[in-house]
């Protein structure tokens, strides 16, 4: 669940880049607020005011404006989180081609061509989906449910604990799947190297293993290897759709909570229709970033 400090050091030359999209995402999620604020001022207003549409255009014209503003920032959000990513690959991929020639010939003779390709290219692209996804979101995490809470709290004290309870139970199962899928994750990566290594250098070495007569046995350890690969691959997969699907789980099971707790109270006349509305549009938004 922290970052790993390492990969920190890495981005400090972005960080402007970093702080930009930490800010639209948080920007945007203030607007969520905002936008959910109107909506449920335009339905009370319509269905017991019994306003016409003339009386809620301008909150319809906030909310078009409110919704098209997100959009705006999202789409920020995203070039500055892929700038973020790019930039970062690139300095690691140049650190590492840095390192390789100053170790000189003498060291990758005794290393396969195959992993450090494999480490060169392969590794380093996998940094993209923790620069440009998982850091932003680290932060935003903490940042967009905080503000709802706060403007959630003043309105309904026992949404807001609901709320409040039911919000660590995300990031804890996230991490005990997240524990696992590491272990197989790691497994692939190792299980890939080796296939990457070993095609390489059978390419390298491929008159010498006609010469030998040994080319078939390379292609069925090669064929043995791949089928490794697949099989791990299947394995993070399954792992993949496991937490998609606890998570998705708890978030619709937090929802439905606060929607029950809601509902019978505005059967009772103990909350107000606009407050119920602005909470049940407000309670998917609050457990969006936390998964």
């Known amino acids: ?61 906030l909310t078009l404006v409110l919704f098209t503003t997100r959009a705006i920032l999202a789409w920020g959000s995203s070039i500055g989180a892929k700038t973020i990513a790019v930039q970062v690959k690139s300095r690691v991929r140049k650190l590492l081609l840095n390192k390789l020639e100053e170790l000189g010939p003498a060291y990758l003779q005794g290393e396969q061509s195959g992993e450090i390709s ?30 709802i809470l706060i403007f959630v709290f003043p309105m309904d004290l026992l949404s807001g604990f609901v709320m409040l309870a039911t919000a660590p139970l995300i990031p804890y199962f996230m991490y005990l799947i997240g524990s696992q899928a590491k272990i197989i994750t790691d497994r692939q990566y190792g299980t890939l190297s080796r ?40 394995k993070v997969l399954q792992v993949t759709f496991l937490s998609a699907l606890v998570l998705e789980l708890l978030a619709t099971l937090s929802t439905a909570v606060v929607a029950v707790e809601i509902g019978l109270r505005l059967l009772y006349f103990r909350v107000s229709l606009e407050q119920a509305l602005f909470l049940l549009i407000i309670a998917p938004e609050f457990y969006i970033p936390l998964r």
Do not use: C, H
């Open 195 to 234: 296939l990457a290594a070993g095609f390489l250098d059978s390419l390298g070495g491929l008159k010498t293993l006609k010469l030998y007569n040994q080319a078939k046995a390379q292609t069925e350890k090669i064929r043995q290897t791949s089928d490794q690969y697949r099989k791990t691959t299947l």
């Open 1 to 61: 669940m922290f970052p790993n400090s390492r990969l920190l050091n890495l981005a400090r030359k972005s960080r402007p880049w970093l702080i930009l999209t930490i800010s639209l995402g948080f920007f945007s999620g203030l607007l969520t607020i905002f936008q959910a604020r109107a909506i449920s001022q335009i339905v009370s207003q319509v269905f017991l005011d019994s306003q016409d549409l003339f009386n809620v255009m301008e909150l319809l014209q």
């Open 118 to 147: 494999n480490t060169v290219v392969e590794g380093v692209e996998a940094l993209d989906a923790y620069f440009s996804q998982y850091l932003p979101q680290l932060v935003l995490s903490a940042l967009v449910p905080i503000t």
